[in-house]
């Protein structure tokens, strides 16, 4: 029997397993030969599984998830690609087994103030805040707030960025770090977002004073003056809970003195002072 007829009497396993991982690795722009050693096998039977002629364990199958630094949400998929259950759960944050992770989203929320703080999902929606986020929020319209979405906020033409001095350049900075978001882990309903809040902007000028040198800081105008706000983005990087995995703690931080004295006074002033109880996440 001759090669061909001989991969011919091979029989092919029914998954979309295959297909998934090509489309992944392509995506990463990881080899074959790579992407085996980085999950332990070899490339013959990772060649084998891509084609459908082999099925692997559940066990390699995480391995090469973890290997093409898939989110746990994406995880599950290939999981299920393969025929096998999601091993990753995905629990409401009003769910009673979630109240620890709900106390300690409000002290991370109360320790970082008097300055401005969040906590949102994978498509922008704030599940949380501190009180200090009103800073952000003057003068942003009803059905903005309503929709509780942060990146709405801060560049529709009705929100922050009427307030933003340089929108421009701040903006594309925040739009940059939606699309290499989106490229990592492609989703649709981000796409249109993308597209949805660069419709928004103006066009940006070349690198100049709104560069820190390291960072572009949010420039502000409130009645108490122009705040000037650095902007830090944390993970639950050590989740395996989808919900958990996708939410991120976003926070500012003062880039001057001037700024700082500001959000004190504001604090001080407040009669709470205290992070904004934490809701359900549309998705």
Avoid at 251 to 279: C, F, K, M, Y
């Amino acid at each position: 029997m001759d090669e061909q007829a001989r991969k011919d009497t091979v029989p092919t396993i029914e998954n979309h397993l295959g297909s998934e991982l090509r489309r992944w690795r392509d995506a990463r722009r990881i080899s074959q030969l790579e992407l085996a050693s980085r999950a332990g096998t070899t490339q013959r039977h990772l060649s084998f599984v891509e084609t459908g002629r082999s099925l692997p364990g559940r066990p390699l199958v995480l391995r090469l998830a973890e290997s093409l630094d898939l989110s746990l949400r994406e995880r599950n998929a290939l999981l299920v690609s393969a025929g096998y259950a999601p091993a990753f759960s995905e629990t409401n944050l009003d769910d009673p087994r979630m109240r620890p992770v709900r106390e300690a989203l409000h002290q991370v929320l109360a320790g970082h103030l008097p300055y401005p703080a969040l906590v949102a999902g994978p498509l922008g929606q704030i599940v949380a805040a501190n009180d200090a986020i009103g800073v952000l929020s003057e003068g942003v319209a009803p059905e903005l707030l309503a929709g509780r979405n942060i990146w709405r906020l801060a560049l529709h033409p009705d929100g922050m960025a009427a307030r933003v001095q340089n929108l421009a350049v701040w903006g594309r900075h925040v739009i940059e770090g939606l699309r290499a978001r989106a490229a990592r882990h492609p989703d649709p309903r981000l796409s249109e977002l993308i597209t949805e809040l660069s419709g928004y902007l103006p066009d940006a000028p070349p690198p100049g004073r709104d560069y820190l040198g390291f960072a572009v800081p949010l420039e502000l105008r409130t009645s108490e003056g122009t705040l000037r706000l650095l902007t830090t983005l944390t993970s639950f990087a050590t989740a395996v809970d989808v919900t958990l995995a996708e939410l991120h703690l976003e926070a500012w931080l003062p880039v001057d003195e001037a700024t700082a004295d500001v959000l004190r006074r504001r604090h001080d002033g407040s009669t709470a002072g205290q992070p904004a109880g934490i809701s359900r996440s549309s998705r």
